[in-house]
């Protein structure tokens, strides 16, 4: 059947430029028409980069969405290998039927920060609707997803792969929603920018659940969004599951950052503006639970942390516990919003030189323990938030019993070693 040219158009944009597209395990494979030549046999191979969900759902012609009516949950993030957004390729696809979009925390196009959304909109790209999901689950988003009178919910959003990082909660609550209301979801998968050898930090526990962790996985989940849907609707969905399907990347491996991907980074969110930001973030997150700066409003948001009044002592005692692949210097800067705005901070600097060697979690609770000892100043915030982020109490009453790092994440080994179990019935990935 031909084309119409705006499905053409829609084509073009989803695949990009031709050079690379070529999964791994494809050698034999065609390239799309215009594509170069494949290289003789012994001539020199770059990899091939990662293909998206959404690529791959491109290239077979958006089969699993014939005759649905479609909305996606994304943000800025839902790019093509092109940089186009895909609300804007879908639309101008007659393949598909898109109907209406859901924007997460900080918003469809990403411009509210921290603990906000912008609000239900018109697309001006588009005239699409644009929902709200922002603070919003159970039936009553189940009544949003009637209300726009879609059947199918497709999920496309870059995680960073930390519990505490909302986009994967809004992922768990539209699967839950959907299942309410009847409708079905497709989860494309982008890579985990920091890896996902392991699983790292410990598991939350239920008691302490909130929008920063709904559901007792590990703090830095070494999972994708395919994997991670996988999972929660095989085990905390269990009661009422989603009719789900995942559409795979092709090219990515476990032990890959983001910078091997070939991919281009669009920030998450905000603060969150390079995948180092991404690296660091497990960690340092943390100290949103503290008086303590965590680099908002730098343009090294956690990879700086500090206060006013803060020296090179705190500095010394990180580095004194020779923390695996990281270094940490004396900095100072003055955040031009959120905490400490205005105000010269000191503090320290982490410097990453072996990623493959670094442990975000351990850094984080290593930096806590020494900011407890000898960062002037330090307290927890009144409302224990630093519970809410690594998922009880035990990390908190252990650093003020003056327990260290080693002894810290002893504690939580045992429930991570169970999670890792279950983790790896779900991984797509080796």
Known sequence: MTLSRRGMLGLAGALGTAHGLLPVGDAGAAGPPGAPAAPAAGAPTRAARVRTGFERLAADG?????????????????ITADARHLVDVLHADDRVDLVAVFGPEHGFRGTAQAGGSEGASRDPATGL?????????????????????????????????????TYIWTL????????????????????????????AGPVLERPYASFVGREPIALAHGMTAAE????????????????LETVAMTGWRRGSFFGETGLPWVPPSPNMPTPDTALAYAGTCLFEGTNLSEGRGTTTPFEVLGAEGVDRRWAEAANALDLPGVWFREAYFTPSFSKHAGKVCGGVRLIVHDRQAFDPVLTGIGLLVTARRSASGFAWRADHWIDRLTGSDRVRTMIDAGAGAAEIAADWSAGLA???????????YG
Request: glycine share 12%; proline share 5%.
């Open 172 to 199: 768990y609550d539209c699967m839950r929603a959907a299942s309410l209301a009847g409708k079905a979801v497709v989860v494309l998968d982008r890579p985990n920018p920091v890896g996902g050898r392991r699983a």
């Open 129 to 165: 609707p644009v929902y709200d999901t922002y603070a919003t689950s159970g039936q009553r988003l189940a009544d949003v997803f009637t209300a726009a009178g879609v059947d199918t919910v497709v999920f496309d959003i870059q995680d960073v792969g930390a519990r505490f990082y």
């Open 62 to 78: 958006y089969g699993v969405l014939a005759g649905r009516r479609v909305g996606v949950v994304t943000n800025p993030t839902g």
């Open 418 to 428: 169970r999670f890792e179990a279950v983790r790896g019935e779900y991984l797509l």
């Open 228 to 243: 991670l849907a996988r999972l929660f609707n095989g085990e905390f969905l269990a009661d009422a599951p989603v009719r």
